[in-house]
C-alpha cells in the first residue's frame, strides 16, 4: 500500500521536477524577459481577467437561480452548465467554430454586426470562458445550496428584500466557497490549450496565450517553453495553496467545505 | 389591542393545513411534531404562499388569494424568532439586531436584553439563553405589530429553559403584542399563552384557555396532550346521576359525566391521591385503582409516580413517607367529579 502511494506520488512529481531540473533557474529567469513571454503573459492575464468577469457576473445569478428554485428543466441546465467539463477541448473548439465562426451558424449574423471573431483576443475570451466556466458555477450552486434557507427567510422578515438579503447575508456567507470555484476556474482557464488553438489561433502578440507558447517554442527553442512551463507551474501552485487556505478557514459551517461537491 | 386574523388552507405533504385563527393576546398552538404548526408561521409571515384563504392585521391586508394579493414577508411587520434562531453566523450580536433595526436605538434594546456586554460577540460563541436574547431582540428591533414564536424554548437545556421561559412569559405581557407561538410541549403553552389551540394534521381540534383545556378537554387526545391520564372503558348510566365505566382492565370507575359506550377516561395527575391502605368507608372519593408502584420521576418539589395504569402527582414529603421509591402495592384514588369522559 505505502509502495503504491509512493510510486503514484512520485509519478506525479516528476514532470513537475523535471521543468525546473532540465536548466538552472537563472536560465529560466532570463527567459522570461523574452518578447514571446511576455506577449503570451500579457494575453493570457488580459483575457483570463475578461473571461472570468464574464464568468462571475453571469455565472452567479444563474448559480443562484438554480441552487435556490426547483423548476422543469432544472436538471437539464444542470447538464447543460457541466458538459464543458467532459466535452474534448477540441471538441468545443470545432463547436466554437461552428457557432461563431465565419461560416458557422451564427456567423452571418455576427458578419452584418461588422464582428469578425477568428484570430482575435475575444475569440480567446470566448473559448476561455466556454471551457472554465463550469468550474466556477458548479461550486457556486454547491456553495448557495448550503447557505441556510433559514436565514434568508430571517432576513426577509426583519425587512430586507430579495436583492439586500443576497448582498447583506447570501453572498458574505458564501464568499469562500464562491472564491475556491474562482479560483479552480481561473486555473483552468489559463491553461486552456485545445479550445483556444482552434477557434481563435496562435498568434504571438494577439491570440497566443502562455500555453500556446510553450507549444510553440517546443519546436524551436526547449528552454524557453521550459521556463513558461515553469512560470505556470508557480502560479498553478500559489493558486491551490491560496484554495487550501481559503477553504480551510472556515469559521462557521455556512460555507460549502466540499470542493467537488455534486449539485444536484 | 390589534388582531391578527388568519385563515388559509395549505396542502402539505400528508395532509392539508386548515386554519381558522383571530390572535390579538399570546396564543400558542401546541401538537405534536409534524402536525404543521410551523407552516402556520410561515404562512403568516409570508414566507409559504397557501392555496386559500387570507392574512390580515386589523384594516391591514397582507394576503388575500382571492384578490390575489400576497405582501412579501418584508412588508408584513411580522417578528418571526426561528426554532434554532437563525442568527447570521457573519455578523456580530450588534450587527444582528441592527440588521432591521430601521433607526431604532439599538443599544437601548441589547441593553433591555442584557447582551450589551455581548455587542461585539459572534453569535457562534454565545449559550442558548443569549442566543434566545439576540433573536428576541432582533425580531423586535424591527418594531413588528405581530410576534411569531416557532419552538423558543425547544434549543434549551432543562436548566436554562425554566429562568427563560419566565423571562419570556413576563417579556410578552410587557410587549402587549399580538403573538402565535407553537410549541410541542403544552406546560410551556400554558406559562406562556393566554389561548392554547391543539392542532393536529393540520386541524384545530379545540381552542381555549388552559383552564379550559384542562377541565373540558374535548377529546382523548387532546386530554393526554395536557397531561392527564386517559383509561379506556365502557360507559353505562346507572341509577341516579352516575356513570360507572368498566375499565378493560376490569375495575369500575364512576363519573358524574352522562355518557354511554366506548369512552376514555380522563383524570389529572394532581387530582390523584395515592395512600397504601384503602379503607372505602372512611373516604369520600368513589374511584379506587389497586396496582404495583411503577417509575418515579421528580419534577420539581413533585414527584410523578405510577399505581398501575394511573399516573398521580404528589409531594416529595408524602412520596417520602408513603416510600413509595420501595415499590409494592399502592392506592390511587380519585374523586367521580374530577373524572372526565371523552369520546374515542
Do not use: C
Request: net charge neutral.
Amino acid at each position: 500500500m505505502f509502495a503504491a502511494t509512493a510510486v503514484a506520488l512520485a509519478f506525479l512529481l516528476l514532470p513537475i521536477v523535471a521543468v525546473f531540473a532540465r536548466v538552472s533557474p537563472g536560465t529560466l529567469v532570463d527567459q522570461l524577459s523574452r518578447p514571446v513571454v511576455t506577449d503570451a503573459l500579457v494575453i493570457s492575464l488580459k483575457t483570463s481577467a475578461i473571461a472570468q468577469t464574464l464568468v462571475l457576473v453571469l455565472g452567479t445569478p444563474t448559480a443562484y437561480l438554480l441552487a435556490t428554485r426547483r423548476f422543469r428543466g432544472r436538471s437539464l441546465a444542470v447538464v447543460l452548465i457541466e458538459l464543458p467539463l467532459v466535452l474534448p477541448p477540441a471538441v468545443a473548439g470545432i463547436g466554437l467554430i461552428a457557432a461563431f465562426g465565419r461560416l458557422g451558424l451564427l456567423g452571418g449574423t455576427l458578419s452584418a454586426l461588422g464582428i469578425q471573431l477568428g484570430l482575435t483576443q475575444t475569440a480567446v475570451v470566448i473559448a476561455v470562458a466556454y471551457v472554465a466556466s463550469p468550474f466556477y458555477v458548479r461550486q457556486a450552486i454547491a456553495t448557495f445550496e448550503a447557505v441556510d434557507p433559514n436565514l434568508v427567510a430571517a432576513a426577509r422578515t426583519l425587512g430586507a428584500g430579495p436583492v439586500r438579503t443576497f448582498f447583506r447575508v447570501v453572498l458574505p456567507l458564501a464568499r469562500r466557497g464562491l472564491a475556491a470555484g474562482e479560483a479552480l476556474s481561473f486555473a483552468r482557464g489559463l491553461g486552456e490549450f485545445g479550445a483556444t488553438i482552434m477557434f481563435a489561433g496562435s498568434l504571438q502578440g494577439v491570440t497566443q496565450t502562455l500555453p500556446l507558447a510553450i507549444y510553440q517554442q517546443l519546436d524551436t527553442d526547449f528552454t524557453t517553453a521550459l521556463a513558461v512551463s515553469a512560470l505556470m507551474v508557480v502560479v498553478s501552485g500559489a493558486l491551490l495553496v491560496a484554495l487550501r487556505v481559503t477553504l480551510q478557514w472556515q469559521p462557521s459551517k455556512q460555507t460549502s467545505r466540499f470542493l467537488f461537491a455534486p449539485s444536484r | 389591542m390589534a388582531a391578527l386574523q388568519a385563515d388559509f388552507t395549505l396542502p402539505l405533504r400528508s395532509f392539508a393545513l386548515e386554519l381558522e385563527l383571530d390572535v390579538s393576546r399570546t396564543v400558542a398552538l401546541v401538537g405534536p411534531s409534524g402536525a404543521g404548526k410551523s407552516s402556520v408561521l410561515r404562512v403568516i409571515a409570508g414566507l409559504v404562499e397557501p392555496q386559500r384563504g387570507h392574512v390580515r392585521l386589523d384594516g391591514e391586508r397582507w394576503l388575500d388569494m382571492e384578490r390575489r394579493v400576497s405582501l412579501p414577508p418584508e412588508q408584513r411587520r411580522v417578528g418571526l424568532v426561528f426554532q434554532d434562531y437563525a442568527l447570521f453566523p457573519h455578523l456580530t450580536v450588534r450587527g444582528n439586531v441592527a440588521f432591521g433595526a430601521r433607526g431604532r436605538d439599538v443599544d437601548t434594546l441589547l441593553e433591555r436584553f442584557r447582551i450589551g456586554h455581548l455587542a461585539a460577540t459572534q453569535p457562534q460563541e454565545l449559550s442558548g439563553g443569549e442566543r434566545q436574547r439576540v433573536a428576541l431582540a432582533r425580531a423586535l428591533a424591527r418594531d413588528p405589530a405581530v410576534l411569531l414564536l416557532d419552538e423558543p424554548l425547544a434549543a434549551l437545556d432543562a436548566h436554562t429553559k425554566a429562568e427563560v421561559r419566565h423571562e419570556l412569559a413576563e417579556l410578552l405581557r410587557e410587549l402587549a403584542l399580538p403573538t402565535l407561538l407553537v410549541t410541542h410541549d403544552y406546560e410551556d403553552a400554558a406559562a406562556l399563552a393566554d389561548e392554547i389551540g391543539v392542532l393536529v394534521e393540520g386541524r384545530l381540534r379545540q381552542l381555549g384557555t388552559p383552564a379550559e383545556l384542562v377541565s373540558r378537554p374535548r377529546d382523548a387526545f387532546v386530554a393526554s396532550f395536557t397531561g392527564a391520564n386517559l383509561l379506556r372503558g365502557r360507559a353505562r348510566r346507572e341509577d341516579g346521576s352516575l356513570t360507572a365505566i368498566r375499565l378493560e382492565s376490569g375495575e369500575d370507575l364512576y363519573s358524574a359525566d352522562e355518557v354511554e359506550g366506548e369512552v376514555g377516561v380522563v383524570v389529572y395527575p394532581w387530582e390523584v391521591s395515592v395512600a397504601r391502605t384503602h379503607a372505602p368507608e372512611a373516604d369520600s372519593a368513589l374511584n379506587v385503582v389497586r396496582g404495583r408502584v411503577g417509575s418515579l420521576v421528580e419534577v420539581a418539589n413533585r414527584v410523578r409516580v405510577r399505581v398501575g395504569p394511573v399516573t398521580a402527582e404528589v409531594t416529595a414529603a408524602s412520596a417520602e413517607r408513603l416510600e413509595l421509591a420501595d415499590g409494592g402495592i399502592a392506592f390511587a384514588t380519585f374523586k367521580a367529579t374530577g373524572t372526565r369522559l371523552v369520546p374515542l
